[in-house]
């Protein structure tokens, strides 16, 4: 698709600032899902591990250091796609935008 005729949920082609300012909401949109997804993680891992004997009596330098290693996987489990939850947002939120050509738009983020 060429991205001068991309279209926008108007059917009517847009001139490459609309298609600049639709690719930055969508960048932005695309990150905040992605937060939301990895401290959503954040929480499920914190609460698993508080169910095992490891999270008994931690305090301090301990404590912080299970708080990061939680961070840290949460991360990597976003990164890597994690469940699609992401994803599944972003293509809601999207079509409350009236946004037709997610794959052209994902692809021009892409590039930037």
């Known amino acids: 698709m060429n991205i001068e005729d991309l279209s926008l949920g108007s059917h009517q082609s847009v001139n490459k600032y609309a298609v600049d300012e639709k690719v ?3 960048k932005s949109l695309k990150e905040a899902c992605a937060g939301f997804e990895n401290m959503f993680f954040k929480e499920i891992f914190q609460d698993m591990l508080k169910a095992t004997p490891l999270a ?57």
Not at 85 to 101: C, P, R, T, Y
């Open 24 to 26: 930055k909401e969508w």
């Open 56 to 112: 008994e009596d931690q305090e301090g330098e301990e404590e912080f250091a299970w708080d990061r290693l939680t961070d840290h996987i949460s991360e990597i489990v976003t990164e890597r796609g994690g469940f699609g939850f992401a994803e599944h947002l972003m293509k809601g939120v999207a079509s409350q935008w009236n946004i037709k050509d997610q794959d052209a738009i994902s692809g021009e983020v892409a590039k930037k």
